[in-house]
């Protein structure tokens, strides 16, 4: 997965994308998890994950509250159930 802020300026070959606002961080020393949820109107209640780089979550300024895009290949979701 992908995360963008603002509008993005380039074409990917992901053609998957969701629109929503960060709503938890839990940043380590080498990665940053990021827990993503769905505007009202969209997949309600619907939350997506991320871990990115910690480098790359402060240089994109990631942050509670901050919109963010998630670019996703179809080939890269893994779904769960309750055990």
Avoid: H
């Amino acid at each position: 997965m992908f995360l963008a802020t603002g509008t993005p300026e380039y074409r990917f070959t992901a053609r998957n994308e969701l629109t929503g606002k960060i709503f938890k961080l839990v940043p380590g020393a080498i990665n940053t998890q990021v827990s993503i949820t769905m505007p009202d109107g969209a997949v309600v209640g619907a939350v997506v994950g991320a871990v990115v780089t910690a480098e790359a979550a402060t240089e994109l300024g990631l942050a509670d509250g901050v919109e963010v895009i998630a670019l996703f290949k179809a080939s890269q979701v893994m779904l769960g159930v309750p055990a």
